[in-house]
C-alpha cells in the first residue's frame, strides 16, 4: 500500500530518528567547539540516510572551524546542488574559497547564485561578491608592496601595512592577514616593531610546520625566512643563525623541502661574516681604505642584519677615519652604526672620537657619556672620557691643535715634529709669490695658527696640558 508496508515505514521511521539524533549531537558539539566530534556526528548522520542539503550545510560550517576549506568547499557545493536556491551554500561556499585564497573563485560562486536563489536574498550575495572583490584585490596589491622575498622598500612596506590595518578593521580572516602583517613589518626595518615581528613569525612557522594547519600552513613555505629576518630585526642574530640551521636540516629530513630564501640568507649572513674576517685583517695590516672596502661590501651582505651592521659600520669608520679627506665618511658610518643598533657601545664611541677630531667637544663628550652608560669598562673610553671633559670646560673657542696639523690625537711626537716640518715649508707666506692682500693674510694666519699648534703640541708637558688640563699632570 501507500508509503510500503508496515516494516518499511518502522525502518524509515527509525532511520529518520537516527538521523536527527546524530545531527542533534552534530549541533551540540559544534557549540561546545568540540568540532572533530561534530564533523564525526554529521558525517554519520549524511552516511545513514540520504543526502541533505541542511546537513551538508551544518558540517560545511565545521569543517570551516577545523580550516579544511577545500572539503568545506565541496559540502557547499553538493548542497547547492540538491537545493540551488539555499542562499546559505552560496555564502558558506564562498566563505571556504576566500580562506583558502582564491577571491575570484569566490566571486565567480556568489554570482552563480544570484541567478538561482530566491530575491530576498540576492542582495546579501551581492554584498558578499563585493566584499570579496574588494578584499582579493587589496590582498594583491600588499602582496606586490610586501613580497615574500621581502624584496620591495621600506616605503612600500609601509604602505602594505597600512592597508593590513584597513583589512583587519574589517574582519579579514587571520589567516590571510598574519603573514601579510608580518611581511609588511619586516620591509619596514622598522625596529621599533621587532617584538611584534618575532611574535608573527612563530605564530606563522607553527602554521607552516602544521601547528595551525590548513590554508595558512600551505601559503606560508617563506616562514622559515621570515622568522630569521624577525629575530635579526630584534638583534638576534645567534638565534636566527639557529633558526635557519634548523630549516635547512628539516627541509632536507621533510617533504616539505628546504626554504630557498632562508638558505640564501644564511649564504649572506656567512659572506658577510667572511667579508668582515677579511676587512680585519686588512685593518691590522693598516690598508685602511682597503678595509673600509670590505667592511662596506660586508655591510651590503648584511642588509636587515643589524647586530652585525653595527659592528660593520664601527669598523669602516675606524678604518676611514685614517684615510685623508675621508673623515665625513667616517662619520656617516658611526651614525649608520648607531641606527643599527643603539645599544652598541662602541658605535657611540667612535662617533664620539670623530666629533672630538672635528673639534665638536660637546657633541663628543656626550657620546662617550652614553657609550659609558652601555659599557662601563669599554677599553680605550675613560682616556677618551678626560679629553672631552677637559675639552668642554675650555669652551668653543678653544683652538683644535691638532685638526690644525692633519693629526689625530693618540700620534707619537716624532709625528707631531715631521707633521709641522712639512707644512711650514708648505704653508710659508714667503712661498706665495704674486699673492693678494687677502691670499696673503690668510697665509699668514694658517702660518701663525702652525707655529701656536706645534709650540703646544710638541712639548710632551704642555701637550699634556692640552689635552687633559692642568690639573691632571
Not at 104 to 121: D, E, M, R
Not at 313 to 333: C, F, I, P, W
Not at 447 to 462: C, D, M, R, T
Amino acid at each position: 500500500g501507500p508509503g510500503g508496508s508496515p516494516e518499511e515505514r518502522r525502518r524509515r521511521q527509525r532511520l529518520e530518528e537516527e538521523v536527527g539524533r546524530l545531527r542533534e549531537a552534530g549541533n551540540a558539539a559544534h557549540s561546545r567547539g568540540e568540532y572533530e566530534l561534530a564533523r564525526r556526528s554529521y558525517s554519520a548522520a549524511l552516511a545513514s540516510g540520504p543526502e541533505n542539503a541542511a546537513l551538508l550545510l551544518n558540517r560545511a560550517a565545521t569543517l570551516l572551524m577545523l580550516e579544511a576549506y577545500d572539503e568545506g568547499y565541496e559540502d557547499c557545493c553538493r548542497a547547492a546542488e540538491l537545493d540551488p536556491s539555499l542562499a546559505r551554500a552560496y555564502l558558506r561556499g564562498a566563505k571556504c574559497l576566500q580562506l583558502r585564497g582564491d577571491y575570484k573563485a569566490a566571486v565567480a560562486f556568489l554570482q552563480k547564485g544570484l541567478a538561482c536563489v530566491p530575491l530576498g536574498f540576492r542582495q546579501e550575495l551581492v554584498e558578499q561578491a563585493d566584499r570579496a572583490e574588494s578584499l582579493g584585490n587589496r590582498l594583491e596589491e600588499i602582496s606586490r608592496l610586501a613580497p615574500s622575498d621581502l624584496g620591495g622598500t621600506a616605503e612600500e612596506g609601509r604602505r602594505a601595512f597600512r592597508l593590513v590595518l584597513e583589512l583587519e578593521a574589517e574582519r579579514a580572516p587571520p589567516a590571510e592577514t598574519r603573514p601579510l602583517r608580518l611581511r609588511a613589518l619586516l620591509q619596514m626595518q622598522d625596529r621599533t616593531h621587532a617584538a611584534e615581528a618575532e611574535r608573527l613569525s612563530l605564530e606563522v612557522l607553527r602554521a607552516h610546520n602544521g601547528g595551525g594547519g590548513g590554508h595558512l600552513a600551505a601559503a606560508t613555505t617563506a616562514a622559515p625566512f621570515w622568522r630569521a629576518a624577525a629575530l635579526l630585526l630584534g638583534g638576534k642574530r645567534s638565534a636566527a643563525k639557529a633558526a635557519l640551521q634548523e630549516a635547512t636540516t628539516c627541509g632536507r629530513e621533510d617533504s616539505q623541502g628546504a626554504c630557498p630564501l632562508a638558505e640564501a640568507l644564511a649564504d649572506r649572513m656567512q659572506k658577510a661574516e667572511t667579508l668582515k674576517e677579511q676587512g680585519n685583517r686588512l685593518f691590522n695590516a693598516r690598508r685602511w681604505e682597503e678595509a673600509a672596502d670590505a667592511y662596506e661590501l660586508a655591510c651590503k651582505a648584511a642588509a636587515g642584519d643589524f647586530e652585525l651592521l653595527a659592528v660593520l659600520h664601527t669598523n669602516a669608520a675606524a678604518s676611514l677615519r685614517r684615510v685623508e679627506l675621508r673623515d665625513q665618511d667616517a662619520l656617516r658610518h658611526a651614525i649608520r652604526a648607531i641606527e643599527a643598533n643603539s645599544r652598541y657601545a662602541k658605535a657611540w664611541f667612535r662617533r664620539g672620537v670623530l666629533h672630538y677630531d672635528a673639534g665638536r667637544w660637546c657633541q663628543s663628550l656626550e657620546d662617550f657619556k652614553r657609550a659609558a652608560e652601555i659599557e662601563p669598562t669599554l677599553g680605550g673610553l675613560e682616556v677618551w672620557l678626560r679629553r672631552g671633559r677637559h675639552a668642554v670646560r675650555e669652551g668653543p673657542r678653544r683652538p683644535n691643535h691638532y685638526r690644525t696639523l692633519g693629526l689625530h690625537c693618540e700620534c707619537d711626537q716624532e709625528e707631531v715634529r715631521k707633521r709641522y716640518r712639512q707644512l711650514a715649508r708648505e704653508c710659508h707666506p714667503d712661498k706665495i709669490q704674486l699673492a693678494s692682500e687677502a691670499e696673503l693674510s690668510a697665509a699668514e694666519l694658517r702660518f701663525k695658527a702652525l707655529n701656536e699648534a706645534h709650540e703646544v703640541l710638541g712639548n710632551p708637558s704642555s701637550r699634556h696640558e692640552y689635552d687633559f688640563g692642568r690639573l691632571d699632570w
